[in-house]
């Protein structure tokens, strides 16, 4: 009878590894999703380190049609695409072609599906789960 093991014990002990697991699992989900698009050290296009200038926002470019935080590299090739979209742009960069202007357009429509996914509700359930104590 000493050999006998208790099944129930078993099962809960099952049960809570099995939550912690879903729990690491969690946190690496929240944790990648906030450190990579909350950063506001960073290029958003092409992740290079940069500096804040003194007065800009975190959160917005300092030139008010760009929506996004860019190096200075990204922000004029995002600038000669938004001139491009409208018939512009500069003529001697003939790199900027239908690959080029797809991959911007792609990039851009990544970004809307990112901010569309931390507004999910279930994002947002996630993001509640961590908030309690």
């Known amino acids: ?21 879903k729990l690491q699992q969690k946190a690496v989900a929240v944790r ?36 996004y ?4 590299a990204c922000e004029d090739e995002y ?3 938004i001139e491009r979209l409208q018939g512009r742009g500069d003529p001697e960069c003939y790199w900027h072609n239908d690959e080029w202007l797809d991959s911007w357009r792609k990039w851009i429509d990544y970004q809307g599906s990112i ?8 994002f947002m359930r996630l993001i509640q789960e961590f908030q309690q104590p």
Request: proline share 7%; charged share 35%.
């Open 69 to 72: 935080r860019f190096c200075e």
């Open 115 to 122: 901010d569309r996914y931390l507004k999910s509700k279930e």
């Open 79 to 81: 600038l000669d695409y």
């Open 32 to 67: 990648r999703v906030v450190q990579c698009t909350g950063c506001s050290h960073k290029c958003e296009k092409c992740g290079t380190q940069i500096e804040p200038k003194p007065g800009d926002s975190p959160h917005r470019c300092p030139h008010a049609r760009v929506p």
């Open 1 to 21: 009878m000493a050999d006998i093991i208790a099944l129930d014990d078993k099962i809960e002990l099952a049960r809570g590894k099995k939550a912690a697991v």
